[in-house]
C-alpha cells in the first residue's frame, strides 16, 4: 500500500495475498480427496463430514476409477501445497504463525510499559574498552528482541495509533521493526559465521544504514505500540537501545538535546533554572508548605515530588498548586524536598543518556532514603513512572502514589 494514511502502508500484501491463496489450496485440494474416497469406500468418516460428502456425491458419477485416481492425485497435490507453504512462510512475514507464541510467553507483560528493559550497569568500574552501551549492530540486540523482529506481522496497529506517524513525521513503528528484521536476515550468514557456520563479512551500522536519524529521533517513546501490538512485540526497547549507542558510543544526537542534557547535569532540571527557584510555586498558596531539611517530620506522611515542570514551568505550577490544595483540604500531611530535589533523570534516559540517567536516579535515591520517604505523591506521569517502576532496580523502593 502506498497510502500513508493506510495501517497497511509498506506492508507486504502481496504475500499477505499468496499466502491467502495457499491455505484455500489447502482446503479445495483437501475436499476434492476426501469427495474421491467417500466413493471409493476408503473414507473414514461419517455423516458429519458433511462438506466431503457434497463433493462426493458431485464426484460419484465418474465411477470408482476415476475417483481412485483424483483421490491420488489430490492428496498428492494437498501435500505439495502444505510443504510449498511451509518453505514459504520461513522466508516472509508469516514466520510470525510460528514465532508469535513464543513471544508472547516470553514478553514482559505487563511490564513493558513500565521500566525500560535491559538496564546497563554504568558504574565506570565496570566499564571496560570492549563494553558497549546500547545497539549498534544487529547482534548487540538481545534474542527476545530479534525474536520480536520475526515476528512481526505488517498489521499495522502500532503504526495507526503512532503520534510522530499521525503527525507526518517519518517514524513507522512497524516499518523500524520490519527494517530490522530485514537487516537481521541479510546479516545472517556473518551471524553465524560467529559460530564455524556461515560466511564472514564485515558488522553493518544500524543507523543511518537501516534507520534513519529522524526515525529514531522521532519517537516519543510513548508505548502506544507496544499497548496495541497483538504479539508483544516491544518497539520502544529495540529504539532506546540505538539510541543509547548513538549517544554513548558515538554522541550523535539532536542538537537541540545537547543543551537540555548539560541543564539536567549541571543544574537538575531540563531548563537550567537551578534549585533556587523550586519552591517558588509555593508563594500562590495560602498556607505553608513544609520543605524536607535533614528528615521528614514524624507527623508529616506523604512526600509531594513536584517534579522539574510543576516547580519551573508557569503552566504546569497551577496543576501542582492544585494538588496541594486538595491535599490541604482533605487534611493530608505531606512535605516537599524543594532545593533537594532534583530531575528523576527521565528525559535523559528516553534521549539515551544512560549514564546520565543512573548518575540523576542514584543521587535521587540517596536522597529519598536520606530523609526517610516511605510514601511518594507525584503528579508528573514521567516523575511517577521513574520512581515507581525504574528507580527499584537502583535501591529506590518507595510506595509511589499519583
Known amino acids: 500500500r502506498r497510502d500513508r494514511a493506510s495501517r497497511f502502508y509498506g506492508s507486504h500484501t502481496r504475500a499477505a495475498w499468496l499466502v491467502l491463496g495457499m491455505i484455500a489450496l489447502v482446503m479445495i485440494t483437501l475436499l476434492l480427496y476426501r469427495g474421491a474416497q467417500s466413493n471409493t469406500g476408503d473414507f473414514p468418516y461419517t455423516w458429519w463430514a458433511f462438506a466431503s460428502h457434497v463433493v462426493g456425491k458431485a464426484l460419484h458419477p465418474l465411477g470408482a476409477g476415476v475417483n481412485s485416481d483424483l483421490e491420488t492425485v489430490f492428496v498428492i497435490l494437498n501435500i505439495c501445497v502444505i510443504v510449498g507453504f511451509l518453505v514459504f512462510v520461513s522466508y ?32 565506570m568500574e565496570n566499564v571496560t574498552e570492549d563494553s558497549v552501551f546500547g545497539v549498534g549492530q544487529i547482534e548487540h540486540f538481545t534474542w527476545k528482541q530479534m525474536l520480536d523482529f520475526a515476528t512481526c506481522t505488517e498489521c499495522g496497529r502500532c503504526q495507526s495509533v503512532c503520534p510522530a506517524w499521525n503527525t507526518g513525521k517519518p517514524l513507522s513503528p512497524k516499518l523500524v521493526i520490519m527494517g530490522l528484521r530485514d537487516n537481521m536476515f541479510s546479516q545472517a550468514s556473518r551471524l ?16 543511518p544504514n537501516t534507520i534513519d536519524p529522524d526515525v529514531l529521533w522521532s519517537c516519543v517513546t510513548c508505548g502506544a505500540c507496544v499497548e496495541e501490538c497483538p504479539v508483544d512485540i516491544e518497539h520502544v526497547d529495540a529504539i532506546v537501545d540505538m539510541r543509547r549507542y548513538e549517544v554513548l558510543m558515538e554522541s550523535r544526537f539532536p542538537p537541540e538535546a545537547g543543551l537540555m542534557l548539560r541543564n539536567i547535569e549541571n543544574q537538575g532540571d531540563p531548563w537550567g533554572l537551578g534549585r533556587s527557584k523550586r519552591t ?96 511518594v505523591i507525584a503528579t508528573c506521569p514521567h516523575c511517577f513512572n521513574s520512581l515507581k517502576s525504574e528507580y527499584p532496580s537502583l535501591g529506590g523502593n518507595f510506595e509511589v502514589i499519583h
Request: charged residues 25%; aromatic residues 6%; hydrophobic residues 40%.
Open 192 to 207: 553465524l559465521a560467529k559460530n564455524g557456520d556461515g560466511e564472514k563479512g564485515e558488522p553493518e551500522s544500524l543507523v
Open 92 to 123: 516472509s512475514k508469516h514466520l510470525h504463525i510460528f514465532a508469535a507464541p513464543l513471544n508472547v510467553a516470553t514478553s514482559r507483560r505487563p511490564y513493558a510499559l513500565g521500566a525500560l528493559d535491559k538496564t546497563p550497569d554504568m558504574d
Open 280 to 375: 517558588e510555586w509555593t508563594q500562590g498558596l495560602d498556607f505553608d508548605v513544609p520543605v524536607v531539611e535533614d528528615a521528614i517530620p514524624d507527623d508529616v506522611e506523604y512526600l509531594f515530588w513536584v517534579g522539574c515542570a510543576g516547580a519551573l514551568d508557569e503552566r504546569a505550577r497551577k496543576g501542582v498548586q492544585a494538588t496541594a490544595r486538595m491535599l490541604h483540604r482533605a487534611g493530608v500531611t505531606f512535605a516537599i524536598l524543594g532545593p533537594k530535589e532534583s530531575c528523576t533523570g527521565d528525559p535523559a534516559r528516553r534521549l539515551g543518556n544512560e549514564y546520565l540517567f543512573q548518575e540523576q536516579a542514584k543521587a535521587n535515591v540517596e536522597t529519598l532514603n536520606g530523609v526517610g520517604a516511605k510514601k
